[in-house]
Each structure stands twice: as structure tokens, then as C-alpha cells.
Nanobody, 129 residues
Framework: QEQLVESGGGLVQAGGSLRLSCAASGRTFRMYAMGWIRQVSGKEREVVAAISWSGGRAYYADSVKGRFTISRDNAKGMVFLQMNSLTPEDTGEYYC??????????????????????WGQGTQVTVSS
């Protein structure tokens, strides 16, 4: 089981940027695909971004595509989510999660929430108008 700790959340104004970080302490981190999952009030939980084990493939939900960038540094055991052009609709709790596979079978597989078996405790992102 991977132990994941998120950081970097906070309060930003609309149009601003924020960079979330996830630190993994498990020994198998570099072999797992990773994702960022958010819970927005009044909406279903959504996998907003995911990345293959090597960082060679990245996937994004339509709601964040073009604004968010996921990346990873396996040597440091870190996953990042760069969030630009933030809107109030991005407000929510963001979780780093591990998918026990090296990647995804197709361009939609990353969206399956229950495939992410190890989750961090989350970090709050609030975007003001």
C-alpha cells in the first residue's frame, strides 16, 4: 500500500494558478499509474488527471483539459498537478491516488475512480471570484 500525502492547496483568485504536490512513501510508487481526484460540492467525484508510471502518457478530464498539467518525478517519489486559469468551479478537495497498474488500457480508463486503491487525505483548493 502506498502512503500518499498531498500539499499545496489553498485560496487563490479566479484566473490564478496553484501547484499541488503528492509525496509517496511506498516502495512501488514508480510502478503505479497515478491520478488526481477531486470532490466538488454538489458534484460527483471526478478523476481530473492521471499519468502512467513512466510519465509518458497523461490524461485529463474535459473539465480541466488545457488548464491542468500532471507530472511526476519518480526519483523523488512525487506527483504534481499544475493548475492554471482556475475558476470557482475548481473549488474542492483534491486527492492524490495510486492505481495499481503501470498505465491505462485506453484513453477513458483513467476516469474509473474505483481503480485507484490508495488515496491520500486530500488538500483543499478554494478559488474565489
Amino acid at each position: 500500500q502506498e502512503q500518499l500525502v498531498e500539499s499545496g492547496g489553498g485560496l487563490v483568485q479566479a484566473g490564478g494558478s496553484l501547484r499541488l504536490s503528492c509525496a509517496a512513501s511506498g516502495r512501488t510508487f514508480r510502478m503505479y499509474a497515478m491520478g488526481w481526484i477531486r470532490q466538488v460540492s454538489g458534484k460527483e467525484r471526478e478523476v481530473v488527471a492521471a499519468i502512467s508510471w513512466s510519465g509518458g502518457r497523461a490524461y485529463y478530464a474535459d473539465s480541466v483539459k488545457g488548464r491542468f498539467t500532471i507530472s511526476r518525478d519518480n526519483a523523488k517519489g512525487m506527483v504534481f498537478l499544475q493548475m492554471n486559469s482556475l475558476t470557482p468551479e475548481d473549488t474542492g478537495e483534491y486527492y492524490c491516488a495510486a492505481r495499481r497498474a503501470v498505465g491505462f488500457s485506453n484513453d477513458l480508463a483513467f476516469r474509473t475512480e474505483n481503480e485507484y486503491v490508495d488515496w491520500g487525505q486530500g488538500t483543499q483548493v478554494t478559488v474565489s471570484s
